[in-house]
C-alpha cells in the first residue's frame, strides 16, 4: 500500500494501528525475491551517512549482494521494512510521526515474536532465525534518520523518534504482563536476550538469545501446577544504550511493587562453545579492550584498568546471582553441558594486576572480569542484580550465558545451513529447559 502524502491524517495512524492489529494475528508473508534491505526512498536524503550498524546493509560476501537483503527477503520484514518507508513519506506533523514509529515498532516486535513462535516454510527462513528482526530494525533507523519530512524536524527529535522505535522494537514497550493483577495467581517471568554482533567479522550472524528472547514472548508455561506468564526483551550491543540506562528502564518496572511486579527476571547473552553458563558474581566494570559493540565503540577498559560506566548507579563492586542455580545446572541440555561458573578476574586489594579466581572475588577486590566477563553480558548482569538489590532483594534474578551459534565448517558464504539451523533449535531449547527447571 502506498499513500499519498494528502491523504495521510488521523485516518492514516489508526490505519496503522489496524496494521498492527493484522500483522499480529497473522505470519508474515514470506519474501522470496531479491528485495532490497531499504525502504523506498521518496523522502530521504541519501547522503545523510547511516551508523556504523546501519552502513553494513550494504555488505556482502565476496561480491555477492547484501546479506542482511536476503535475510529480510527470507524472513519477510523486507515487505515491513518498505511499508514504513512509505508510511514516513505521508507523515503530516511531529505528533503524528511519533504515534506511526511507536506503533510500527510494536508491529515489528509483534510480528517476530509471533513468527518465532509458528512454523516457517522454505525457502523461508526457520522460525528461531532472530536475524530478521535485528536488521529490519536497523533498516528503519537507517530511514529514519535519512527522512526529509514535510515539517521541520530538530536533531533531538529526530534523536527521539529513533529511540522510540528501539524501545517499541525490542519488547520494552509492550512488556507489561496482561496477568496484572495481584493475587490472579499467575507467575510472572522476564527474560532477556541480545542482539547480534561481531558483524564485521561474520555478517551472518545471529544471536541464539535473542531467539530465544522471540521464542518466550507472551508464553504461557504450567510448571509443577502453577501458571507463569512470559515477557522477553531484546537489548542492543551497544555502550551508548547502556549508559543511557536502556537496561533499568526495561527492567526497573518490573522490580517495582505494583501489577507489572516480576517473580523472575532472567537476563542472557551468548558466551562460550559448547556451554550453558548460570554465572555467580557479576562485576561493575567494563575491561574488553579486544573488540568494540555494534558501532565499533570500546568501552574504554581493560583488565589491568576497568571502568564504570558513568551512568552505573551506585552499588557495591560485586553482585551475585539469586537464581536457583543449582536446579537449573541439573537439566539434560545434550549435546552441550551446563555449569555454574563461579570464576572471575579480580584486581586484589592493595594490588594493581589482575588475578583469576575459580571461586569468586575476595574481599575489597576491583572486579575487572565478572563471571560472565568484562562486556556488555556481565554489565547487564550486573545492571539486573543491582535492581534487585535496589528495588526488591528477594528477587530470584540472575544471568544466563547460552553456547556460540556456529555454522558448518564447511559453509563460509550461505546464510544459513542445517548444521547451523540444528545448532539454533538446540541451544533455544536447552535455555528453555534451564528456566523452566528454575521455576520448578
Keep these: 500500500m502506498r499513500l499519498r502524502p494528502s491523504s495521510f491524517s488521523r485516518a492514516a495512524v489508526a490505519g496503522a494501528l489496524v496494521l498492527s492489529t493484522a500483522l499480529t494475528a497473522a505470519p508474515p508473508a514470506t519474501a522470496t525475491s531479491s528485495t532490497t534491505a531499504r525502504p523506498a526512498k521518496t523522502c530521504s536524503d541519501q547522503t545523510v551517512a547511516g551508523t556504523v550498524e546501519e552502513q553494513r546493509l550494504d555488505n556482502g560476501i565476496g561480491g555477492d549482494p547484501s546479506v542482511p537483503a536476503e535475510i529480510l527477503a527470507r524472513s519477510g520484514f523486507d515487505n515491513q521494512v518498505a511499508l514504513f518507508g512509505h508510511l514516513l513519506c505521508a507523515v503530516p506533523s511531529r505528533a503524528a510521526a511519533s504515534i506511526l514509529v511507536r506503533v510500527q ?4 516486535w509483534k510480528t517476530a515474536t509471533y513468527r518465532a513462535q509458528h512454523p516457517q516454510t522454505a525457502p523461508a527462513l526457520p522460525s528461531t532465525d532472530d536475524r530478521g528482526l535485528y536488521w529490519a530494525r536497523i533498516s528503519m533507523a537507517h530511514a529514519l534518520r535519512q527522512w526529509e519530512p514535510r515539517f521541520s524536524l530538530s536533531t533531538a527529535e529526530r534523536a527521539a523518534l529513533i529511540r522510540t522505535l528501539e524501545y517499541s522494537s525490542r519488547g520494552i514497550t509492550s512488556s507489561r504482563f496482561s496477568s496484572g493483577v495481584q493475587g490472579s495467581g499467575v507467575q510472572k517471568v522476564l527474560v532477556t536476550g541480545f542482539d547480534p554482533f561481531t558483524l564485521d567479522a561474520d555478517i551472518r550472524i545471529g544471536n541464539p538469545s535473542g531467539a530465544n528472547a522471540l521464542s518466550l514472548d507472551g508464553q504461557r508455561w504450567k510448571v509443577n501446577g502453577k501458571t507463569y506468564e512470559i515477557q522477553t526483551v531484546v537489548f542492543p550491543v551497544r555502550y551508548t544504550d547502556f549508559d543511557e540506562n536502556m537496561v533499568e528502564d526495561a527492567l526497573a518496572p518490573h522490580y517495582r511493587p505494583g501489577a507489572q511486579h516480576a517473580d523472575l527476571v532472567m537476563t542472557a547473552s551468548q558466551g562460550r562453545v559448547g556451554i550453558f553458563d548460570l554465572e555467580v558474581f557479576n562485576g561493575r566494570r567494563r575491561s574488553v579492550s579486544s573488540i568494540g559493540d555494534n558501532n565499533n565503540l570500546w568501552g574504554g577498559g581493560t583488565v589491568n584498568a576497568p571502568v564504570v560506566s ?8 560485586w553482585l551475585t546471582t539469586s537464581l536457583p542455580t543449582a536446579a537449573m545446572a541439573a537439566t539434560d541440555v545434550t549435546p552441550f553441558r551446563t555449569r555454574v561458573n ?20 575476595t574481599p575489597g577486590s576491583i572486579a575487572s572480569e565478572g563471571a560472565g566477563g568484562g562486556y556488555l553480558s556481565n554489565e547487564v548482569a550486573y545492571r539486573n542484580t543491582l535492581q534487585r538489590n535496589l528495588l526488591d532483594p528477594t528477587m530470584p534474578a ?3 550465558h547460552v553456547p556460540v551459534l556456529q555454522f558448518d565448517p564447511a559453509n563460509t558464504t550461505a546464510i544459513t545451513d542445517p548444521t547451523y539451523e540444528a545448532n539454533r533449535d538446540a541451544i533455544v531449547n536447552g535455555a528453555r529447559a534451564i528456566l523452566r527447571n528454575g521455576l520448578g
Design 310 to 317: 558513568p551512568s552505573m548507579p551506585a552499588g557495591p563492586e
Design 342 to 361: 563461579t570464576s572471575v578476574l579480580e584486581i586484589p586489594a592493595g594490588e594493581t594486576l589482575p588475578v583469576r579466581r575459580p571461586l569468586g572475588p
Design 398 to 400: 540472575g544471568h544466563l
Design 105 to 108: 515498532g510494536e508491529v515489528l
